[in-house]
Nanobody
Framework: QVQLVESGGGLVQLGGSLRLSCAASGSIFSIGAMGWYRQAPGKERELVAR???????NYADSAKGRFTISSDNAKNTVYLQMNSLEPEDTAVYYC??????????????WGRGTQVTVSS
């Protein structure tokens, strides 16, 4: 089993910044990719940003230029630096990881989520 533990959410004012962290632990052979999704009330869960262990990244259009995803492969940890936050960024942010338990067997895991609230 694998656990994804998120931290760093909270309440911030318009234009502020937050840094989310997510650490994976447990039975890990390797990690294919880690990322962040978010879900606002009444909306579907959507990708925010994703990073592979080789460093390739992709971002939602809403995150480009404001958010930066990074990772520390030695710590199995992914970060999301969020700047210039807007009320529209208010959501529960979920960590996601594709974990290999063997070289040819991967399972997708989700964290429990961390609330980000941006006040105007």
């Amino acid at each position: 089993q694998v656990q994804l533990v998120e931290s760093g959410g909270g309440l911030v004012q318009l234009g502020g910044s937050l840094r989310l962290s997510c650490a994976a632990s447990g039975s890990i052979f390797s990690i294919g990719a880690m990322g962040w999704y978010r879900q606002a009330p009444g909306k579907e869960r959507e990708l925010v940003a994703r990073i592979t262990t080789s460093g390739s990244t992709n971002y939602a259009d809403s995150a480009k230029g404001r958010f930066t995803i990074s990772s520390d492969n030695a710590k199995n940890t992914v970060y999301l630096q969020m700047n210039s936050l807007e009320p529209e960024d208010t959501a529960v942010y979920y960590c996601n990881a594709m974990i290999y338990h063997r070289s040819n067997y991967a399972v997708e895991y989700w964290g429990r989520g961390t609330q980000v609230t941006v006040s105007s």
